[in-house]
């Protein structure tokens, strides 16, 4: 195996330690705020400058690559999604740790329990594991055929969001008392709306990798 080959492969396999590292920050969230598991939620935050550090080597990392090698076509377009990539994830988890501080109100906990399933939390969850799951598994064996079927699911995730607005709006209205949690609330599905947001992105990112297309500012996302 070529030097270049080496450190192709080398950036692969840190770019994957960081998705799979995300995946379980968000597989943690989901736990911890519908359980209200606050050691979790813990773990959660701590483990967030992990994936800061992940995203800053694989920066550098990815810099010194196109320096060294000069890489054109394919290659190029791998190095640049990669680090485009990387950044994305890093902010997804930003959002998670956001969800898991909003664990550790304690005060806010009997409200969460009441609103849960009423919200869809858990479903909008499922969502966005699906999601990063799928874009990993089409990242790594370089198709990009269920691109489409991806970016999709995000749709899910933005109609549990906007029906989200109307039950919190109602249940503040109804008792007062509610307005600071539930606003509390509404940031976090906000969070877990953009972390769908990001999700799309990454699949951008794989399709300009592996077909040279640029979906990103079309009205719609076709494959």
């Known amino acids: 195996m070529k030097h270049n080959e080496k450190e192709m492969k080398f950036l692969r396999d840190e770019i994957n330690e960081m998705w799979r590292l995300v995946i379980s920050q968000i597989e943690k969230t989901k736990q911890a705020l519908l359980t209200n598991d606050v050691e979790l939620a813990l773990e959660i935050v701590s483990l967030e400058k992990k994936v800061d550090a992940y995203e800053l080597r694989l920066d550098s990392n990815c810099e010194h690559y196109i320096a060294l090698y000069n890489p054109v076509a394919i290659d190029l377009r791998l190095v640049l999604s990669i680090m485009k990539i990387s950044i994305t994830l890093e902010r997804i988890a930003d959002y998670a740790a956001g969800v898991a501080r909003y664990v550790l109100e304690a ?105 040279a297309k640029v979906l990103k500012h079309k009205g719609k996302r076709e494959v």
């Not at 269920?146 to 969001?161: E, H, T």
């Not at 109307?166 to 600071?180: C, P, T, V, Y």
């Not at 509390?184 to 300009?208: A, P, Q, T, Y």
């Open 107 to 211: 005060e806010c906990q009997p409200f969460t329990d009441k609103m849960k399933e009423a919200l869809k939390l858990e479903k909008m969850f499922d969502i966005l594991l699906s999601m990063m799951t799928a874009s990993l598994v089409s990242f790594n064996s370089e198709n990009a055929k269920n691109a489409s079927r991806i970016l999709a699911k995000d749709k899910g995730i933005d109609d549990i969001y906007s029906s989200s607005i109307d039950l919190l709006s109602e249940q503040i209205g109804k008792d007062h008392n509610d307005a600071r949690c539930g606003l509390e609330m509404m940031m976090v599905i906000r969070k877990l709306e953009r972390i769908g947001d990001h999700c799309s992105n990454i699949v951008e990112e794989i399709v300009f990798y592996i077909e």
